[in-house]
């Protein structure tokens, strides 16, 4: 059996996958006041902030610290078995946020799913990588990011609508397993890399690992070795600090959002 374009089917179900993480992260806080009524009834309001707050940081953390871990993941072991890692650990982890009893179990619920989820981000340049030549890189970039707006934007009003027919224990049951449903065409469509898979055709493999092969600078008749440097290395150039710092600089605003939209929402809904 042959498949055409596949590697377009590969990005699409990499975005899908981006989608889900995003509304897997964002049920928490959507679902907080359901939450914090059922697992904090003798704290305050501000209490309650304070302790949604720590559990936030606490999950930025866990997903930064998982950035790392899953990079050498997904290289040491490819990006078929990285993402059935990432995404079933991180689907367990939504799964488990229903049996959550307080602070301790929640945390480290909270923690599991960080670390799980920050694998999506190095699986997915990954996999472009692995799967277009580098003049359509960039556009295939663009697919799966937008998973990230999309996932962002369906978020709010999926978890809403689901809170009218099921309770918040349930919700995070549903979104966990709709994440171990995504590993189905996963492990079925992405046997290997296009190098060595039997469903691409042959015009299509031929395609990609030509437009990804490297410049021959020194002229020996054979690609060059791509540019892969040690971390320390990589420090030395300004350019990474640049992006470094920028994304220093953005990253909380954007992080902020994330975790305030719902109750900006829900203030503004309560008003009107």
């Not at 340049?125 to 937008?146: D, H, I, M, V, Y």
């Not at 990253?251 to 719902?262: A, H, M, V």
């Amino acid at each position: 059996m042959k498949i055409k374009s596949l590697r377009w089917w590969v990005i699409a179900l990499i975005a899908l996958a981006t989608v889900i993480n995003y509304i897997d992260r964002q049920a928490l806080p959507v679902l907080w006041p359901d939450i914090a009524k059922d697992l904090y009834p003798d704290k305050t309001p501000d209490e309650r902030k304070e302790i949604y707050a720590f559990i936030s940081t606490l999950f930025i953390f866990s997903y930064a610290f998982g950035q790392s871990i899953f990079g050498k993941i997904f290289d040491k072991y490819g990006t078929r078995i990285g993402f059935t890692l990432s995404i079933g650990f991180w689907s367990i982890a939504t799964a488990l946020h229903a049996f959550a009893r307080g602070i301790f179990t929640l945390s480290i619920f909270r923690s599991l799913l960080g670390v799980s989820e920050a694998g999506n981000w190095p699986g997915a340049a990954k996999a472009n990588a692995e799967w277009f030549p580098t003049k359509e890189r960039a556009f295939a970039q663009g697919l799966f990011n937008s998973g990230a707006a999309i996932g962002g934007i369906i978020a709010f009003p999926t978890i809403g609508l689901l809170s009218v027919y099921f309770s918040w224990n349930w919700i995070f049951i549903l979104v966990g397993a709709t994440g171990l449903l995504w590993l189905i065409p996963w492990w079925i469509l992405v046997k290997s890399p296009p190098k060595n898979h039997p469903w691409i055709t042959d015009e299509e493999r031929t395609y990609i690992l030509t437009g990804q092969k490297n410049q021959d600078e020194d002229e020996d008749g054979e690609p060059d070795d791509g540019y892969n440097p040690e971390t320390g290395k990589m420090l030395k150039h300004k350019e990474s600090w640049g992006v470094i710092l920028a994304s220093a600089a953005l990253d909380p605003i954007w992080w902020l959002f994330i975790f305030g939209s719902p109750f900006t929402c829900m203030k503004y809904m309560a008003w009107m």
